[in-house]
């Protein structure tokens, strides 16, 4: 049985209907700060949100360190929206089984297979990024976020990403029993489009939604892509037919 035949079940019974608790989960070499416009969207709204900072530079911290991090975070709250970028989509699932979470959403997430690392996966799926003259870190990774922001990114996220956690076994034998969503960037320069959306249908039997943006689309579409996350609740919250 493949990963995507468990993405794809019925909501739970949830807590109160329209709110909930979002934890996000940053990228390979970022930090919790790229979520917090999507965060502050979130908040006006009345829901609560954590994004941590991963243990991205200490190469004794693997998978499960990830993990424990956010769900430390998100404490004992229930009914948990747990929401991951790129790297992310490794971590997520671990988070997601742990704390009972209602919902599951990547945002150009990788999405892994059972025991496999992420550098296996970039190998079994044929990844390649786009072909750009410039392939620095702000043309591939920012080059349609607002400059003010690119900076601030580039300075606050430019931390070493050890090689540990992209080189384990992804420790699932199965995509957990959770409702998951998965939205791709079609202006994405590192995870190409055509690349990611086949990838999550073929994983998850998921057709991805699609956001007008680059790879972090947190800061360059941040009230768009939070009116996706809530939506995301909202649609789950809708009571079913009689």
């Given at each position: 049985m493949g990963v995507g035949q468990q993405a794809c079940i019925s909501p739970r019974p949830t807590g109160p209907p329209g709110v909930s608790t979002f934890a996000f989960i940053h990228g390979a070499g970022d930090v919790g700060w790229y979520w917090h416009l999507v965060e502050a969207e979130l908040r006006a709204h009345g829901h609560v949100t954590v994004a941590p900072d991963l243990p991205v530079g200490d190469d004794r911290a693997g998978l499960?360190?990830?993990?424990?991090?956010?769900?430390?975070?998100?404490?004992?709250?229930s009914d948990a929206v747990v929401v991951a970028q790129s790297f992310g989509g490794y971590v997520a699932p671990l988070v997601a089984e742990r704390v009972d979470a209602r919902l599951l959403v990547l945002v150009a997430g990788m999405v892994p297979a059972p025991h496999e690392s992420?550098?296996?996966?970039?190998?079994?799926?044929?990844?390649?990024?786009?072909?750009?003259?410039?392939?620095?870190?702000?043309?591939?990774?920012?080059?349609?976020?607002?400059?003010?922001?690119?900076?601030?990114?580039?300075?606050?996220?430019?931390?070493?990403?050890?090689?540990?956690?992209?080189?384990?076994?992804?420790?699932?034998?199965?995509?957990?029993?959770?409702?998951?969503?998965?939205?791709?960037?079609?202006?994405?320069?590192?995870?190409?489009?055509?690349?990611?959306?086949?990838?999550?249908?073929?994983?998850?039997?998921?057709?991805?939604?699609?956001?007008?943006?680059?790879?972090?689309?947190?800061?360059?579409?941040?009230?768009?892509?939070?009116?996706r996350l809530a939506g995301y609740l909202d649609n789950q919250d809708q009571p079913g037919p009689a």
């Open positions: 499960h360190a990830y993990a424990d991090v956010v769900v430390e975070a998100i404490g004992g709250r992420a550098v296996e996966m970039f190998a079994a799926t044929g990844w390649q990024p786009a072909a750009v003259e410039d392939a620095s870190t702000r043309a591939v990774f920012y080059h349609d976020v607002p400059s003010d922001l690119a900076d601030e990114a580039l300075r606050r996220g430019g931390r070493q990403q050890s090689e540990t956690p992209g080189k384990q076994p992804w420790p699932l034998d199965r995509w957990p029993a959770v409702p998951t969503h998965a939205i791709i960037c079609r202006h994405d320069r590192l995870f190409p489009m055509a690349w990611l959306r086949r990838v999550t249908h073929e994983r998850l039997g998921l057709v991805p939604d699609e956001i007008d943006s680059g790879h972090c689309p947190a800061l360059s579409r941040p009230h768009e892509l939070a009116d």
